[in-house]
């Protein structure tokens, strides 16, 4: 008679074997795949495509227009941050502040940021796996049909209706051999900075425009003022002319040179009420507001004309946020080149899934109704008709283009900051100069007037020396107003701050 205790010892080293020998079969199963994992995370070290580097330019140490700069002094108290405060205007400050919280423009721009910031993190997701749980009932039956051997031909159809209870966990990991993935991740990262730089190159476009229109709108505030101020004078001319020629002086032309004087100038003055209007309608649009909500008071300081240096050729392309827009672009094409010529190699997936299987709910979940998988999936493309190939001369294009584009961003910015270095200087003479002209206009008009109401000299006298001034008003005003416009776009042309 055996001994109990030596039978349960036997059947207990027969089960422990039988599944030390299970375990051995599924690590043998396992080997295989793991070693290709093991491969291809080996392989994943490496990328295709260029790595990216800056393109070059042939940057001037100096400017060419520098010499005939003058900053302002003292220039510690230049702005770093908000320059439109060197205009020392309030109003205009505020007019920015809602500028920067209401603007349109600037809130398309940063919805774009959002969004390309959000294909960044797209395109970082690939990098990790992706896992999924599933769970699904589903109820159907099975069939078969024979035929009759006694002569009578007919079908007999019979069929077993069961339910199948699945649920399982599965999980899939495509190995970046080839760098394909990191080169998306690269190209998403370039693209979200190019965004943000795009987003402060408009926000700089909208600050200079709208620095631009009120500015404008301010010098035709001046200008109205001076028009109603020669309005009166020629008024009063006209109604000196009037009492003249009433007391048989002067003949009646003089009267109608005089009446036509003050016609003209009325007009100069309907066209400069235009003129206001629509630059206030502009602000209005920039601000997000309708036209027909927004209004401005005239103003009746006169903004201080801005005075900058302009620093640095070299240090422009780092101030300057459409350059890094452009410059961010290139990265992003070069990156995207890897991309398409990551589409020549093999694509090594890992995938892994397991669950319980059963057409019986009470026993569903259960050892033996458990099933897994796991293994390597290499997928190739052996013909697609020359498609990786246009993609890759399309992503090589690409490069090429914005590689030109960038370069092109360059020498404009440089031009623009030369254009405005001579123009800020020549209409600064200029404005010395029809400063001058005005004065002596002022003073001629003044004495001949005193020689008209003495009677020494005639209305076309008169007439001549209020349109010297008047023409040497409007000029001087309209150099200060391109001065103004210069000022803001040299701005611009540095980066918006110094």
């Known amino acids: 008679m055996k001994n109990p205790t030596t039978m349960k010892n036997i059947k207990r080293l027969a089960t422990e ?22 491969l291809g995370l080996t392989l994943a070290g490496c990328a ?16 060419k ?25 309030p109003r205009l400050d505020q007019l920015m502040d809602t500028l920067n919280r209401q603007s349109p423009t600037i809130a398309q721009a940063e919805a774009q940021y959002r969004q390309a910031e959000a294909l960044m993190r797209q395109a970082r997701s690939g990098l990790f796996p992706t896992v999924g749980v599933s769970a699904s009932a589903s109820r159907g039956a099975s069939g078969s049909s024979s ?58 476009s909208s600050q200079a425009q709208l620095a631009t229109a009120y500015l404008e709108l301010v010098v035709a505030d001046q200008q109205l003022r001076q028009l109603r101020d020669s309005e009166k004078t020629l008024q009063e001319t006209l109604t000196l002319t009037q009492n003249q020629f009433a007391a048989g002086t002067v003949s009646d032309a003089n009267v109608a040179l005089a009446e036509s004087q003050l016609k003209t100038a009325q007009v100069q003055t309907v066209d400069k009420q235009l003129t206001r209007a629509l630059l206030e309608h502009a602000i209005a649009a920039a601000l997000g507001q309708a036209p027909s909500r927004f209004s401005l008071a005239a103003s009746d300081l006169e903004p201080q004309l801005p005075q900058i240096p302009p620093g640095l050729p070299s240090t422009l392309l780092e101030r300057r946020p459409d350059i890094a827009a452009a410059e961010r672009n290139v990265a992003a094409a070069n990156a995207n080149i890897g991309v398409a010529k990551a589409a020549f190699f093999p694509t090594l997936t890992l995938s892994a899934s397991g669950g319980y299987n059963s057409n019986s709910f009470a026993d569903w979940i259960s050892l033996p109704n458990r099933f897994w998988s796991l293994g390597p999936q290499l997928a190739l493309t052996l013909f697609d008709g020359g498609l990786r190939r246009a993609q890759t001369d399309q992503a090589i294009a690409a490069y090429d283009a914005n590689v030109a584009a960038y370069r092109m961003t360059v020498l404009s910015a440089f031009q623009a900051v030369e254009d405005n270095l001579a123009s800020q200087a020549l209409l600064a003479q200029q404005a010395d100069l029809e400063s ?54 040299l701005i611009a042309a540095i980066g918006g701050q110094w």
Request: glycine content about 6%; charged content about 20%.
């Open 147 to 204: 035929s009759s051997t006694s002569g009578n031909t007919g079908n007999v159809n019979s069929g077993r209706v069961s339910t199948i209870y699945d649920t399982g966990v599965s999980a899939s990991w495509e190995a970046d051999v080839w760098g394909r993935v990191r080169r998306s991740v690269e190209a998403g990262e370039a693209g979200a900075s190019a965004s943000a730089a795009q987003l402060a190159a408009i926000r700089l």
């Open 17 to 38: 074997s039988a599944a030390r020998r299970a375990i051995d079969l599924d690590f043998g199963k396992l080997r295989r795949p793991l070693s290709c994992a093991l």
């Open 436 to 489: 001058a002209a005005l004065a002596a206009a002022r003073r001629s008009e003044t004495i001949t007037l005193n020689q008209y109401r003495a009677g020494i000299v005639g209305y076309i006298e008169v007439l001549t020396a209020q349109n010297t001034r008047l023409s040497a008003e409007s000029s001087l005003w309209n150099i200060k107003n391109r001065q103004y416009v210069s000022s803001i776009a």
């Open 65 to 89: 227009e520098s010499a005939l700069w003058k900053t302002a002094q003292p220039m510690d108290e230049s702005p770093r941050g908000p320059w439109w405060t060197v205009c020392k205007d």
């Open 48 to 63: 295709v495509g260029p790595d990216y580097v800056k393109p070059t330019m042939d940057i001037p140490d100096a400017y």
